[in-house]
């Protein structure tokens, strides 16, 4: 099956006791059972729930994978993953990664003996430096944020299999759609749901996908030992957003394009990162790994003054200021102060990151009102 019937189909068949063709919110704790050990695949819904069975099919589906679980929220996922590694061992990771990996592999992993290297992986050979026979786990986030940055996942697979450790790619901001990590060599696929998968802004939620049925299990052990699954209304929620995935995707991607050549010709804005500009310094990995561009761009003013982007931010009609991404409504977000105050100012720019530097989360709108909409913006400075 290809993609848009597999996002709509895969994991989901209509009810047998109604034919009721969406997958019903069975919102029980518990399922009879006819006799001692005599029940019908569900015994408790921490373990497993019938509204969740169908939205794990079918995320794995997707990721072209054969398991899929999902938990209460992309940081669940990320926690159940770190939980497959014991006191002493170590991690591998990529350097500009999203801040709440960052946050629970120091300030919560670190307690228990994990140690993680942050490494720059634009030059994925380098990597290999850091690897011992502590070394466990190699975590990759592509395309990052708010930069934009791209590692070549197959570079990195090449490496994680000559040394026989685990490879989980955080497949976030491409989605299923545009990258499929997993077909690049990558043992673990991990998403935050909540963001362009679910698409609507109402719903928090992760998941995991592999192929290797013995790793699954131990993910499923963690997954019901440590208990941070969904609930059944929000599984339904998010089979029901993946079903436009590739629609919305698609529109993203458009609009995301419109609006990076838009802010490329304004003479007031100095730098524009969209994955899908030629000069764009990973454009040729995008073309490589990915099968569209995506609608995250971000970008800075000329001047560098904190004072114009936040009057830019201010004056946005249609973008709405707030943190998150991936919903069919436009986001605007000022990492200086919102997703990455915490990094020291110098520091932040000695990654490239500076104060001026704004990121839109394009939506599914009117490209012509969101241009608009930058255009008068932009003119207040
Ligand atoms: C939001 C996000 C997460 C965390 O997911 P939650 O659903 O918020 O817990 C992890 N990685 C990336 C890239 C994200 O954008």
Redesign the pocket.
């Known amino acids: 099956m290809k993609f848009a019937t597999k996002a709509i189909h895969a994991g989901v068949e209509p009810d047998p006791s109604t034919g009721a063709i969406m997958t019903p919110i069975f919102q029980t704790s518990t399922y009879v059972q006819e006799g001692i050990g005599k029940h019908k695949g569900y015994e408790y819904s921490r373990t497993k729930n019938p509204t969740r069975t169908p939205l794990e099919k079918n995320i794995a589906a997707l990721e072209n994978g054969q398991f899929g679980l999902c938990f209460a ?6 926690d159940a993953v770190l939980k497959l590694l014991k006191p002493g061992d170590e991690m591998v990771v990529c350097n500009d ?2 801040g ?2 960052y946050r629970i592999m120091t300030k919560v992993f670190e307690i228990f003996g994990l140690k993680a290297h942050f490494v720059d992986m634009n030059e994925p050979a380098l990597l290999e430096q850091y690897i011992n026979p502590n070394t466990k786990l190699i975590w990759v ?1 592509t395309p ?2 708010p930069l934009l940055n791209l590692i070549d996942i197959q570079e990195v697979a090449k490496i994680s299999q000559k040394h026989n450790i685990l490879l989980c790619v ?1 497949n ?2 491409a989605t299923p759609y545009l990258q499929n990590p997993l077909d690049l060599g990558a043992d673990i696929v ?6 362009y998968l679910g698409g609507h802004s109402d719903v ?3 998941a995991l996908v592999v192929n290797q049925e013995e790793l699954y299990q131990k993910l499923a052990f963690i997954q019901n030992a440590c208990g941070a699954v969904p609930s059944p209304h929000d599984c339904f929620l998010m089979l029901r957003g993946i079903k436009t995935l590739h629609v919305r995707m698609d529109r993203h991607s458009q609009n995301g394009e419109a609006v990076a050549k838009f802010l490329n010709e304004n003479p007031k804005v100095d730098k524009v990162y969209w994955i899908g500009l030629p000069n764009h310094q990973n454009h040729d990995i995008a073309r490589k790994q990915m099968r569209g561009f995506g609608g995250m761009v971000s970008f800075t003013l000329k001047g560098d003054k904190i004072e114009d982007a936040i009057r830019v931010m201010e004056s946005f009609e249609v973008f709405a200021l707030g943190e ?3 919903g069919v409504e436009s986001i605007c977000t000022h990492p200086a102060t919102m997703t990455h105050g915490s990094i020291p100012k110098a520091q932040r720019e000695a990654n490239g990151l500076k104060d001026t530097l704004i990121r839109l989360s394009v939506g599914i709108e009117d490209a012509q009102d969101l241009i608009e909409d930058l255009r008068q913006a932009i003119d207040k400075i």
């Open positions: 929220s992309g940081m669940a996922a990320t990664l999203y709440g990996t986030e990052t944020n955080d976030t901001f991990m998403h935050s749901m909540t963001k928090v939620m992760g998150s991404l991936g």
